[in-house]
T-cell receptor, first 115, second 111 residues
Framework: EPEVTQTPSHQVTQMGQEVILRCVPISNHLYFYWYRQILGQKVEFLVSFYNNEISEKSEIFDDQFSVERPDGSNFTLKIRSTKLEDSAMYFC?????????????FGSGTQLSVL | GEDVEQSLFLSVREGDSSVINCTYTDSSSTYLYWYKQEPGAGLQLLTYIFSNMDMKQDQRLTVLLNKKDKHLSLRIADTQTGDSAIYFCAHQSGGSYIPTFGRGTSLIVHP
């Protein structure tokens, strides 16, 4: 079965540094998502992306965050100046449509640790 | 609100049934989901139920929905060690197609 690929699996960074988390969604999918899960907490929606623009975002997704689809295959999440509270597992997901009962395909996540 | 609550851990013996529970607050939920996350892998859709149903069965899995109490459960019959994973409850409300997830329940199956 096709899968969503995320790199790196672990990222350690210093507070204040910029990080870019990378995702390769399934090739024929059109809708892309980032979620995150802080240890012990819920999986939280960050942003959805379609047709080269953000379609929906949560309150967490502030000016420090940005997303980009720089080419036909990659989908990236950038955090400009990381904070300690950005430490979390970040999941990328994709789907071929948006609507009721769409099945999201998730990557295995990038564990971000901000020191 | 869109809160989804699950207990953090469940431990069962191999061969027994497991029941993982979830409560949610959004009464306009349309679809409710169970996702499974195995170690080192992403979340995978396990099963789902539409809000006008109260039960759905798929082999060893039974989903029960009590819409009045906003309670969703996942029953796994004859639980195997391969069922050890984190199970996430999620729902999709009429206002958005973005699924809202709980924190996940770690199912531990021991011999």
């Amino acid at each position: 079965e096709p899968e969503v690929t995320q790199t790196p699996s672990h990222q350690v960074t210093q507070m204040g540094q910029e990080v870019i988390l990378r995702c390769v969604p399934i090739s024929n999918h059109l809708y892309f998502y980032w979620y995150r899960q802080i240890l012990g907490q819920k999986v939280e929606f960050l942003v959805s992306f379609y047709n080269n623009e953000i379609s929906e975002k949560s309150e967490i997704f502030d000016d420090q965050f940005s997303v980009e689809r720089p080419d036909g295959s990659n989908f990236t999440l950038k955090i400009r100046s990381t904070k300690l509270e950005d430490s979390a597992m970040y999941f990328c997901a994709s789907t071929d449509g948006t609507g009721a009962n769409e099945k999201l395909f998730f990557g295995s996540g990038t564990q971000l640790s901000v020191l | 609100g869109e809160d989804v609550e699950q207990s953090l851990f469940l431990s069962v013996r191999e061969g027994d049934s497991s029941v993982i529970n979830c409560t949610y607050t959004d009464s306009s939920s349309t679809y409710l989901y169970w996702y499974k996350q195995e170690p080192g892998a992403g979340l995978q859709l396990l099963t789902y139920i539409f809000s006008n149903m109260d039960m759905k069965q798929d082999q060893r899995l039974t989903v029960l929905l009590n819409k009045k109490d906003k309670h969703l459960s996942l029953r796994i019959a004859d639980t195997q060690t391969g069922d050890s994973a984190i199970y996430f409850c999620a729902h999709q409300s009429g206002g958005s197609y973005i699924p809202t997830f709980g924190r996940g329940t770690s199912l531990i199956v021991h011999p």
